[in-house]
């Protein structure tokens, strides 16, 4: 079994998500990570911000690596200095298999698939398969469902993916086409 955790990213939690009426406040990020890590999944993702992560990264556990998803839009001109237009993605554990996963991605902001702030596009979701090593058959753990995104392409892209080994040894690729983007 494998999670994924895209929470609101700290300090956002009422800017962002306020008016939605799953609104629960700041999440306790410290105890998420702990959470996350005691459950013993074959393997979890933690979605940040940039800004976040120098705070999120120090709770993880040793071994967690750091990927990124750079989304290649523009700066707004109304606001001056640095514009994050990249993304964290915190991965521990998961299958490594063959040909490997690059550890960044380069994709388009969501579109569709509802109007809630943070949603994931289908290429990152791929993407996050992708490094987590999953094969069809596996259970998605999805803690922040949001629009749902994450479960519906989960669903879809491991019900279109060839059958693999029980092993989970053999080569499926999920990301758009068939080349790993991690």
Do not use: N
Not at 43 to 69: E, F, N
Not at 121 to 142: K, T, Y
Not at 162 to 177: F, I, K, M, R, T
Request: proline share 9%.
């Amino acid at each position: 079994m494998f999670a994924y955790a895209d929470p609101p990213y700290p300090g956002l939690a009422k800017k962002r998500y306020g008016a939605e009426p799953t609104y629960a406040g700041e999440v306790d990020h410290p105890a998420l990570i702990a959470s996350l890590t005691a459950a013993g999944y074959a393997g979890w993702a933690l979605s940040t911000s940039s800004k976040a992560l120098r705070d999120v990264l120090p709770v993880c556990p040793a071994g967690a690596r750091v990927c990124a998803w750079v989304k290649p839009i523009g700066v707004w001109p109304a606001h001056p200095g640095l514009q994050s237009r990249w993304e964290a993605l915190i991965v521990v554990g998961g299958r490594h298999r063959p040909p490997g996963v690059r550890d960044w991605l380069r994709a388009q902001p969501a579109r569709g698939w509802g109007d809630l702030m943070g949603r994931k596009p289908v290429a990152f979701c791929a993407w996050l398969f992708d490094c987590l090593g999953m094969v069809p058959g596996d259970r998605l753990v999805d803690l922040f469902p949001g629009t749902g995104a994450v479960t519906r392409a989960w669903g879809e892209l491991s019900s279109r993916a060839p059958d693999d080994d029980a092993s989970g040894a053999g080569d499926v690729s999920l990301a758009a086409g068939g080349e790993r983007q991690c």
